[in-house]
């Protein structure tokens, strides 16, 4: 199946500080990516899905201007979360549709723990 | 995307099939019931779908009810790293609407 990779896998920073996570499909090309937050013991909830070469579309209760997205080309997209707080801290989980019926593949995970 | 209902929690001794279910009551004429797991502290992985055919591949099976009410996902011969979440999602399969809606999932545990 097309795999997709996101870096890094886990970070550690400062409350107040901005962190990227990228999101990358490494043999297939993505026009629609997707950023999902899983917190402790809970599902996965959808963020936002990100369209190559245009603005993301945010969940609702998902501040745009926190979680910045940005998917400048068919491989790679990015999450910034910008002045983390400790309640940040979660599991973020990015996706890419690939095949005939855009079954969804997803990345390994990044762990962020906002100090 | 149509709410899906899953047991919690399954059982399932290693070397035995593993059939969980999954109720879509409403699911709609076009949308198609993926499954995904997820195995503690990683992505979700891809295991199959389907629109109303049963369908077979090197991971499992799926048998959709006539009525397109119910599903069942079989692992025909579980083992110990088939432990971990199993989400049944309806969802549509065009681009951007083809996002998922993660319910609670089943949590299989796969025992010796």
């Known amino acids: 199946g097309a795999v997709v990779s996101q870096h890094p896998s886990w970070v550690i920073c400062k409350s107040g500080t901005s962190v990227k996570i990228e999101c990358r499909s490494l043999d297939f090309q993505a026009t629609t990516m997707f950023w999902y937050r899983q917190f402790p013991k809970q599902s996965l909830m959808l963020m936002a899905t990100s369209n190559e070469g245009s603005k993301a579309t945010y969940e609702q209760g998902v501040e745009k201007d926190k979680f910045l997205i940005n998917h400048a080309s068919l491989t790679l997209s990015t999450l910034t979360v910008t002045s983390a707080h400790p309640e940040d801290s979660s599991f973020y989980i990015c996706?890419?549709?690939?095949?005939?019926?855009?079954?969804?593949?997803f990345g390994p995970g990044t762990r962020l723990t906002v100090l | 995307d149509a709410k899906t209902t899953q047991p919690p929690s399954m059982d399932c001794a290693e070397g035995r099939a593993a059939n969980l279910p999954c109720n879509h009551s409403?699911?709609?004429?076009?949308?198609?019931v993926y499954w995904y797991r997820q195995i503690h502290s990683q992505g979700p992985q891809y295991i199959i779908h389907g629109l109303k055919n049963n369908e077979t591949n090197e991971m499992a099976s799926l048998i959709i009810t006539e009525d397109r009410k119910s599903s069942t996902l079989i692992l025909p011969h579980a083992t110990l790293r088939d432990t971990a979440v199993y989400y049944c999602i309806a969802s549509w399969p065009t681009g951007t609407a083809s996002k998922l809606t993660f319910g609670t999932g089943t949590r299989l545990q796969v025992t010796l």
């Open positions: 996706s890419a549709i690939a095949g005939p019926y855009n079954e969804q593949f």
């Open positions: 409403t699911i709609s004429g076009n949308e198609y």
